[in-house]
């Protein structure tokens, strides 16, 4: 992995690497700032195969240490900034994380959480440590201050005689730079990261060197992003699969970085697109739909976006007209991925056929099958429902600590994406919904997502999803929670009502037995809806009604 960084500094010295708040840190300067920050960590006696744990959103300081630590051969585990205590105690004592680096504006939220797991002193750094004059003094006075008074936050976030390193004294007293080790990139990890837990206690994928330089290379050539010439939105967090690989298709084609730490501040997004120019953008279908809406979009220079790629959730056909107008005809398509893998296995083709609701053609290397869901050595023909199964060189090493879980995910060299989707006779590919989130309605399988695309055709709602609850004559039955578009306003039942309208797509028994309207549904950090989440609150709710009962 540290070899992608090192080839693009040797061969383009001075090309910006980051652009970060008006300052441009060049490729040779995050070369040289990369081997600092190794001899740094092996300072706190990192080395090969230690684990060290990034609490940071999208900032130059995550990928110095990104890249640092593979460059030991130590293993990079990403944190969600938004965790609780709780989440956040697990995982830094599963992963057995050595070292940790947080961001100041984050050690008082796990300050107690650190010291609990023994990781005292942890390094410290600041938003503005890279930031040139005037910036540097202004931004953590005017705008980080008064997001930690909002939050009932203290100010400052790391009070006096906290056992802390800071980041720029840790760095200026590193000692001399240690040889990059020589790491077997088949084998061994380059880091962790850490499922959702939506199927319960979240587990570690290993992904190796080769897992993620393959996938870089994959990504790379399928949306032909080209070499020294591109700039990249960096609106996804770097702990999540799907950003990280953006940040390393950057590296590996010497592209421009524009880190974002913040994706949900919509007018930063679109100020630095508009003043650093990315050539491609990806996000999740929310990102875009946000975007489009923004009155900044016909006000901003938008122009310089060519391609996007959309993960995460299925890409509504008009969200990317309307993104291809705002940008004067940047493509917008819908891939595919998971954390088990790298994370990207499918996309839409920028050039040539892209199919509405598919999530398009394998990456390169990459081969994929839809299995029997009662019997997986079965492979099924094309438009047949089943399991989607892939093979490549992105697939992971496995679960952390967790051989019998990684043995049912992959089998004879297949891993099982619990995703039931079809193949087209073009071998297009399209995702019908979870396995484990299927819905047995009186025998009949009911999948979410095709509720759920029902019910976002109706003209009043924004969002939808689906779950399913305990009916005792059914055994299962079809609950919708969803988000009315601002300004509206409607019942359950005339939703409901609207549903069972056979020309609105849904047989009888996918029809929603009860409906509930919400100001918001729980969502991850890049905007995925967690049906989980709706499932536990469900399970709540019903627990308590039999105990009044």
Request: net charge neutral; proline share 7%; charged share 25%.
């Amino acid at each position: 992995m540290f070899g992608m960084l090192e080839a693009s500094a040797r061969k383009y010295p001075r090309a910006p690497a980051i652009a970060w708040f008006g300052r441009k840190l060049t490729f040779s300067e995050l070369f040289a700032e990369t081997e600092r920050c190794s001899a740094a960590l092996a300072g706190l006696g990192v080395g090969r195969g230690d684990r060290v744990a990034l609490v940071m959103p999208n900032c130059p300081q995550y990928l110095i240490a990104y890249y640092a630590t593979m460059r030991l051969g130590a293993i990079v585990v990403g944190n969600n900034p938004l965790y609780t205590k709780r989440e956040m105690e697990f995982q830094l004592r599963d992963s057995g994380a050595k070292v940790a680096i947080v961001l100041d504006l984050l050690h008082h939220d796990f300050a107690d959480v650190f010291k609990t797991v023994g990781l005292e002193p942890v390094v410290v750094a600041r938003l503005n440590d890279y930031m040139s004059f005037p910036k540097r003094q202004l931004a953590p006075i005017v705008k980080f201050r008064k997001t930690q008074r909002s939050q009932g936050k203290p100010w400052p976030p790391v009070p006096k005689g906290a056992r802390v390193l800071w980041w720029e004294a840790w760095m200026n007293a590193a000692g001399a730079v240690p040889l990059a080790a020589q790491v077997d990139p088949e084998t061994e990890p380059a880091g962790f990261i850490y499922t959702g837990g939506t199927t319960g206690v979240s587990k570690g994928a290993m992904l190796s060197h080769r897992n993620l330089v393959a996938n870089a290379m994959q990504g790379a050539s399928y949306l032909s992003i080209g070499e020294g010439n591109e700039a990249l939105l960096g609106s996804l967090p770097f702990f999540h699969s799907f950003g990280m690989l953006v940040m390393n298709v950057a590296i590996l084609r010497a592209g421009k970085l524009i880190p974002i730490p913040n994706p949900r501040d919509l007018h930063l997004v679109m100020e630095e697109i508009d003043k650093e120019k990315p050539t491609f953008v990806p996000g999740v279908p929310r990102f875009f739909a946000a975007l489009n809406e923004s009155p900044l979009a016909t006000k901003l220079d938008l122009r310089s976006v060519t391609a996007s790629i959309s993960g995460a959730a299925p890409l509504p056909a008009a969200v990317a007209e309307k993104f291809a107008q705002i940008t004067h005809g940047a493509v917008l398509v819908e891939g595919y991925g998971l954390t088990e893998a790298s994370p990207v296995t499918h996309a839409n083709p920028l050039k040539g056929v892209r199919k509405v609701g598919s999530i398009g053609l394998p990456m390169p290397d990459t081969d994929c099958r839809i299995v029997d869901l009662d019997d997986p050595d079965r492979e099924l023909a094309a438009g047949e429902r089943g399991e989607l199964c892939v093979k490549g060189p992105q697939v992971m090493l496995g679960y952390w600590n967790r051989p019998e879980e990684t043995a049912l995910s992959i089998r004879n060299g297949w891993l099982h994406t619990g995703d039931v989707a079809t193949m087209d006779e073009d071998g297009y590919f399209r995702i019908v919904d979870r396995l484990k989130e299927m819905i047995i309605v009186s025998g009949f399988n009911v999948y979410p997502n095709e509720v759920e695309d029902a019910l976002y055709r109706h003209p009043k709602v924004v969002k939808a999803a689906v779950i399913g609850i305990p009916d005792e004559r059914t055994g299962e039955a079809v609950k919708a929670f969803v988000v009315l578009k601002e300004g509206e306003h409607a019942t359950p039942q005339e939703i409901l009502d609207w549903a069972r309208d056979p020309g609105n797509g849904l047989s009888a028994y996918r029809v929603p037995k009860q409906l509930e309207i919400r100001e918001s549904l729980p969502e991850t950090m890049i905007g995925k809806v967690l049906r989980r989440v709706l499932m536990e609150e469900e399970r709540r709710r019903a627990s308590a009604t039999s105990a009044r009962g």
